[in-house]
């Protein structure tokens, strides 16, 4: 009974190590086929990583074999302030390749003495151009409360996919801000409980 005990258990030790074997040769296995196939293994998160360049051309340094260097398209970058507040882009106009990870900043102020949220709404020229218009950063996807005569400098990181239209050149990119109504008053609310000292 006792050596069919450690048969059993010397058969279940051998099966562990081939089960930790396998399953730790499937990463190098696994590039290895896509190498073989051809098929891209970073993820699109990865490729952020590496090609992310803010600088002040716009352009990333890192070279990307799906960039069509064939066409130029020339985004221009537009921002409308509803309110009295300040807002622009660092930067009026970019040519960038379809394919080609592009970075532009956009710079906003509240000039006002009180607490203000907003947000800003993004808009495309020529409309058919917004399918193909790829947003992977943008201050655009949230709300902020800002304090009085508070600054924020926020990045747009883009790519053009490379099935846009090829009549299409020139894309405009325009940004609206908006008040978020009834959340400045809330945050103001908040603010000034905050400051008041406790009796």
């Known amino acids: 009974m006792r050596g069919d005990n450690l048969r059993m258990v010397g058969k279940l030790a051998v099966i562990a190590g081939l089960m930790f074997g396998f399953g730790y040769g499937l990463v190098p296995m696994y590039r290895h086929i896509c190498a073989a196939l051809g098929i891209n293994v970073l993820s699109l998160s990865e490729r952020q990583a590496t ?11 890192k070279a990307n074999t ?30 960038v390749h379809p394919g080609e990870l592009a970075t ?11 607490v203000m949220a907003a947000q800003a ?12 218009f790829n947003k992977l950063e943008c201050f655009c996807f949230n709300e902020y409360t800002l304090q009085p005569g508070e600054s924020k400098t926020w990045p ?30 809330a945050a103001a609310a908040a603010a000034v409980t905050v400051k008041e000292p406790r009796s």
Do not use: C
């Not at 960039?67 to 009026?92: C, H, L, Q």
């Not at 532009?104 to 009180?114: E, L």
């Open 104 to 114: 532009v900043m956009y710079d906003f102020k509240n000039v006002q003495n009180r």
């Open 121 to 132: 709404i993004p808009s495309y020229a020529p409309k058919q151009a917004t399918a193909y």
């Open 156 to 185: 747009v990181v883009f790519v053009i996919d490379p099935k846009l239209p090829k009549d299409v050149t020139t894309i405009t990119l325009s940004y609206t801000f908006f008040e978020v109504p009834g959340k400045s008053s």
């Open 66 to 95: 799906q960039v069509d260097t064939s066409r130029t398209i020339t985004i221009e970058f537009d921002a409308n302030a509803r309110g009295p507040w300040e807002f622009k882009p660092a930067m009026r106009s970019l040519q």
């Open 51 to 61: 090609s992310y360049n803010a600088g002040s051309s716009g352009r990333t340094g």
